[in-house]
């Protein structure tokens, strides 16, 4: 197991302190064990073939990466590669073969700013991000060639990727001969074929400003499409070839540093002829509201369909929405009305109609739905109690894939046909997993100090009666670009947090999970907060808010009122203990910021000096280490040192403020682990260091 425990004052092992701790107020659930809860699968990447009725998936079961196919008419899951080791190699980016006979996948993860891919085993070979190629037949997967991103030709015969920021192409059948198609300035990435397979469409990032470019294979240059000084992004072609349409987003101050985007110079989509690159501007976006692009949760931003119209996201009334407009030109037509955001959409088989999943009519879960892209009212396909997502539908029509989980099951691929909604088996869930044995989540709602509506999970374990009053702990999540929902996560990071939600209520706790303010999932403006995070810290209101909440409820022990949380969860837990000695008895801290001025872009380099200096200072106030001075409360910090989201030294830099006012901390470090682990022992051991310093310090009470 990488990492190592460095704790201070540890007295008991996990075994026996967890469970006396919490026992009296919980003893049913208390037999449940963190190995129990984290052996819950992830399942991710699902997509459907080009052609027929296939489907493939990915398995993450205890660390153990495979990936699973099903097939109509029957659609018997089984799993078509055998990965045995709980090895950190993610498995990614399936892309079929335009006959449904194979799959392109990634496995691997992406390189750090030295070049270096992710190890989280140590191991001394080392490690990489390479593309490799499987039939659906079976058999051993065959290597291709290091990279990511694959674009697998229409035409079959070879699949387009990235590596070290160029495009290459590899043939799929016999010797791979990976080749670099062109020579390009900047990082090009993002291939994307033509219908017919002869051309095709990238993005060429070069800094301040990005290009689409176009190459037919053979030829003797790059065309860019209508270039001009601002980023362009997301190419998606016209269904005859001839034509790409593209985000354009103009250079903006707003955009460059942090602080809250609701307006920018405003966005648009321009159509641009492939074969002379000469383009037009298709539709803009006004000022105000909605001139900041949004994207969906998906690979694609465009969808250019049948009917010759283009569906894309936007927020112009402050909720993330589908529209529609003609490639012709005209008004765009609004196609998923109400309060409520699109997370993630696809089209269907006939490329008429877009089918998305959102919250609108359950603001704390999602649903799935379909609309035509010529407009008319969305049909709802699930409702209920628990969470839908990633749907995608087979070539043939005949059904729709998905992933589903609720507050008891973890996510697994299922299908609607005929209306009826069944999970695909055998599933992934192992017959042993004890799903009834989980704490209920109940929604909540309470304002915040200013009246901001804050929504919350409450994770309330059985209390028996005359039992003394619990500790609660109050989870913090990451992001802070997401939303915490009644049931376990679609990403893999907290459907993890899910899981120790539910030990921590299964030990006796009270968890209270908070959407605060940054967060997605209920409008722009709740997203785009003022004066949040490294721009004053404005959420931190709505974390004493939830602290105020909990000591209100007769069975809290407001004594014994914790805080956890990863990454902007983790600064949150350090600028409680920080900033309000008084509320927060302990906290678990996973890899947060610390320090604002070194984490984030928080002015230009064209800015004066005093732009910068007032800049810097209102980071630093927004920091856990401008109130270090007061903090009393034990913490334990636990940190990956090669994390590529959050820099290691923001927990260095803490530990040395700690030390220095002589604050106990414990830490549990990772050796190279990255900021989401990678391998199941690395959360294993995070969550099992979690509870015995959770056990230690909330002990006790009345």
């Known amino acids: 197991m990488p990492g190592a425990w460095l704790g201070l004052a540890r007295k008991a092992p996990l075994g026996a302190a967890a469970l006396v701790l919490f026992s009296a107020n919980c003893p049913a659930r208390a037999q449940l064990t963190l190995e129990q809860l984290l052996s819950a699968p992830h399942v991710s990447e699902l997509t ?9 998936w990915v398995v993450n079961l205890r660390g153990v990466r495979n990936i699973w196919v099903a097939e109509g008419p029957r659609y018997e899951a089984r799993p078509l590669t055998r990965y045995a080791d709980d090895d950190g190699q993610a498995l990614s980016q399936l892309r079929w073969t335009p006959d449904g006979k194979a799959l392109v996948f990634v496995r691997g993860a992406a390189p750090n700013n030295q070049g270096e891919f992710p190890n989280p085993r140590s191991r001394a070979q080392g490690a990489e991000q390479a593309l490799w190629l499987v039939a659906f037949s079976g058999g051993e997967p065959r290597r291709l060639d290091l990279g990511d991103q694959p674009a697998v030709s229409p035409k079959g015969h070879a699949v387009a990727y990235v590596k070290r920021g160029q495009i290459w192409t590899a043939r799929l059948a016999g010797d791979p001969k990976p080749t670099r198609l062109f020579q390009a300035r900047g990082q090009s990435g993002d291939p994307r074929w033509s219908p017919d397979g002869s051309r095709l469409a990238f993005v060429s990032r070069r800094g301040d400003h990005s290009f689409i470019g176009v190459f037919e294979p ?15 992004s997301e190419p998606v072609w016209s269904p005859d070839g001839k034509q790409v ?40 976006a006004p000022p105000g509201r909605g001139s900041v692009f949004r994207p969906l949760s998906s690979d694609q931003q465009l969808f250019w369909t049948a009917q010759n119209r283009i569906v894309f996201p936007w927020e112009g009334n402050g909720w993330t929405h589908l529209y529609s407009i003609a490639a012709a030109g005209g008004a765009p037509l609004l196609l998923t009305p109400g309060d409520g955001e699109v997370e993630q959409a ?29 407009g008319g ?23 729709l894939a998905l992933l589903r989980s609720d507050s008891r099951l973890p996510s697994r691929p299922a299908l609607i046909r005929g209306g009826k909604l069944a999970d695909l088996a055998p599933g992934p869930v192992p017959p042993e997993f004890p799903h009834q044995a989980l704490a209920p989540v109940e929604a909540v709602t309470f304002p915040s100090l200013d009246g901001t509506v804050l929504h919350a999970q409450l994770f309330q374990p059985t209390r028996a009666e005359g039992s ?48 605060f303010r940054s967060g997605t999932g209920y409008g722009m403006e709740f997203r785009e907060a003022l004066g949040y995070g490294a721009a004053g810290a404005s959420e931190f209101q709505d974390v004493v808010a939830a602290a105020a909440w909990l000591r209100r409820r007769a069975d809290v ?29 302990a906290g678990v801290d996973l890899h947060g910021v610390h320090d604002w001025r070194t984490e984030t872009r928080l002015f230009l380099p064209s800015d004066d000096l005093e732009t910068q200096q007032q800049a810097l200072r209102l980071a630093l106030s927004s920091s856990p280490l401008a109130d270090v001075s007061q903090w009393r409360a034990p913490v334990l910090l636990i940190h990956g040192d090669d994390d590529r989201n959050v820099e290691f030294r923001q927990t260095v830099q803490l530990a040395e403020a700690l030390r220095r006012q002589g604050v106990e901390f414990e830490q549990l470090i990772l050796p190279d682990e990255v900021h989401s682990f990678l391998t199941h022992s690395s959360w294993l051991a995070a969550f099992r260091a979690a509870a015995d310093f959770f056990a230690r310090r909330l002990a006790g009470g009345r």
């Open 48 to 56: 459907a073939a080009p052609k027929g009725n296939r489907l493939a």
């Open 218 to 232: 053979g030829g003797a240059s790059v065309r860019y499409l209508d270039p001009s000084v601002d980023r362009d």
């Open 245 to 284: 349409a593209f985000v354009r987003i103009p250079f903006s101050r707003v955009l460059e540093v942090f602080g809250p985007k609701r307006e920018a110079a405003p966005w648009s989509i321009r159509l641009a002829d492939a074969s002379t690159g000469q383009g037009r501007e298709l539709w803009k």
């Open 346 to 374: 696809s089209l269907s088989a006939n490329r008429q109609e877009i089918l998305f999943c959102s919250n609108h009519q359950d603001i704390d879960r999602r649903h799935l739905w379909r609309v035509s892209a010529a």
């Open 377 to 399: 009212a969305p049909v709802a396909l699930t409702s209920g109690d628990g969470i839908e997502w990633s749907p995608v539908e087979t070539a043939d029509g005949e059904a």
């Open 468 to 515: 003394p009053t619990r500790p609660a702990v109050i989870f913090l999540h990451g992001g802070p670009r997401r939303q915490m929902l009644l049931g376990w996560h679609p990403s893999e990071y907290y459907h993890k947090a899910y899981a120790f939600n539910q030990f921590l209520a299964a030990s006796g706790c009270l968890v209270l999970s908070i959407n």
């Open 557 to 585: 022990d407001p004594a014994r009122i914790a805080l956890w949380g990863g990454s902007y969860g983790g600064y949150l837990t350090a600028l409680g203990l920080a900033r309000r000695p008084d509320l927060f008895a």
